[in-house]
């Protein structure tokens, strides 16, 4: 074995434009895979962020009857006493921030357009609220403010609406009947989800409670955690009879199978980049065995027989291959710090993909080892199995046909 | 004792319907230290006979021992290890292995053979040597000139030190001085080994040289003659 090593590494060094021809399409091609993968996990992970960021939290709790499509306000469906219930959560060491939420629907008009949105009634200070004074313009909202709106910047972009403009805003009340206010817009925000920022006005908890007749119910409490890891056990310490304790991983369930289904057409597509892998990789041994049809013949000549011939073949393509996976990795590595650090950027493009995914206007790759592992693996043993064939085919060759094709 | 033996060997080809005889009934036996050659014109089966014995093709009819084995017997396996074990081939073209320099060509056979690095290393300088090319070893064939690439084949099949040297065509390739200096070698080598030679040639270059010249028409053995004028 070890001679076939030898005479195996002697072939790749003289040979180097075939053997670099070939290093290169394991390593591009690994290297394409592995920061592909990269990109859709870390745009995948940070639509899951994004949406615990500014829509679910980590954990929520909600009235037992409580359905998340259909916005109710019934007072059976919400939260009595969520007061109680966040200071129950803000007890919890795990806990960052946790506050009450009124979520309601209906309609924003101005003098020239309406358009239907999400009321979202939150408590200005607290710690889940501070995601949206983030790249806020003009003022954020305060507690006790009756008479105060907040937009985003592409709402008010696309209704011509600027800071300090009125809007109007209907909605169903808790006992059905619709109510209209008018609001002054203190300031425009951007979460930079454009699906979420075109759906989504902000009024302060107290005003959308009165507003909606509620009294100082909730629609949920929103709990934000240090440790995303740390959601069962925070949703097992909270939880009680009458209530609903969902961890993210509950609330984000459609886009968690989403992604898993949209990860399984990525897997074809690897295996698609591969398998051209393994048509080069095929391709240039299955020309090295051509070209060497005479070489084969006088090492038969010498002594060597057909399965040393087939294992040093086999041999060149696993140097080849692992030296095509190192490179590849190194490459997919350099692509994905790229692509990590100055993301991809999709803009309006975000809101178009998909309105349930919380996709941010540039995508960031997340590296991972384990993924990266056992794609270089798959790249590996792919290697391999198209240099089964050349490998086979080298052995066909008598050696007294091998020397007669000189 | 003899190194090969053949009784009644035959070989046809098979080219398309048509089964072209190659050797017809040949019997012929070559003595270990020979130095002898078979002659012929071209397609009177010289070639083949040299295949055969070299356990490089398998006789469609009769017997070929080689140290008094039937090897017509072996698979394809055995009969490379045969190969490696007790045949050396020197061939018309060189069939060095291009990319390989002098040394690394006539070590391959040593590093097929499982020798140690220190034995390696030692035989190879001193079959360089043997062959004058001490000074070429790190030289590849294609900076070599025909007369020095055939020497490296020389030396590389005497490298495990077979118990016979078949040589196809040994001098066809090589200008008159070249081809005698090739031949002045594996004369010396032969006396100084006891390494049994044998070539199948068509170049009266040759004949000068070998102790036994066989000739081969029609792929049947038409003549066999020892040369008075030599010591064997």
Known sequence: MLRLWRIAIRDLVRNKRRSGLTLIAIALGLALVIALHALEIGAMEGSIDNNIRVQSGHVQMRADSYEEDKVSLKWEDLLEDSQLLVSQAMSLPQVQGAAPVLWASGILSTVEDATGVRVYGIDPQAETSATFREDLEGDFLKPDDRGGVLISKRLANNLELAIGNKISLLINTSGEQPDETTFTIRGLYDTGLPAFDELTVFLPLAKAQTFTQVGDRASAVVVLLHEQDDADVVAAALNTPGLTVKTWRDLNQLMLQTMESSMGILYFFYLIILAIVAVVVSNTLLMSVFERTREMGILAALGLKGRQIMTMFMLESAILGALGVLIGVILGSLGTYYLATVGIHIGDMASEVSADMSYGETMYASFQWSATAILSVVCWVITMLASLYPAWFATRKEPIDALRAF | ?232
């Open chain 2, 1 to 232: 004792m003899d190194v090969i033996k053949m009784e009644n060997v035959t070989r046809f080809y098979q080219v398309g319907q048509i089964e072209t005889p190659a050797l017809r009934g040949v019997d012929l036996a070559i003595e270990d230290g020979e130095f002898s050659a078979v002659v012929g014109p071209s397609g009177s089966g010289k070639t083949t006979l040299l295949q055969l014995m070299g356990c490089l093709d398998k006789p469609t009819g009769g017997k070929v021992f080689i140290k008094g084995e039937d090897v017509t017997q072996l698979n394809a396996n055995q009969r490379a290890d045969l190969r490696k074990e007790t045949i050396g081939f020197i061939f018309q073209f060189f069939a060095l292995i291009p990319g390989l320099t002098a040394y690394e060509n006539v070590e391959m056979p040593l590093l097929l053979s499982g020798a140690k690095r220190e034995d390696r290393r030692e035989r190879v300088q001193e079959l360089l040597e043997a062959v004058g090319l001490s000074d070429r070893a790190h030289h590849r064939p294609d900076q070599m000139s025909g007369g020095e690439q055939q020497r490296v084949a020389i030396a590389r099949a005497l490298s495990t030190r077979p118990a016979v040297v078949l040589a196809d065509e040994p001098t066809a390739n090589l200008d008159g001085d070249t081809g005698r200096q090739v031949m002045e070698i594996m004369e010396r080598l032969n006396k100084e080994t006891g390494t049994t030679f044998f070539f199948a040639t068509h170049d009266p270059r040759v004949l000068p040289f070998v102790h036994r010249t066989i000739v081969l028409r029609d792929g049947q053995v038409a003549e066999n003659s020892k040369h008075p004028d030599q010591d064997n």
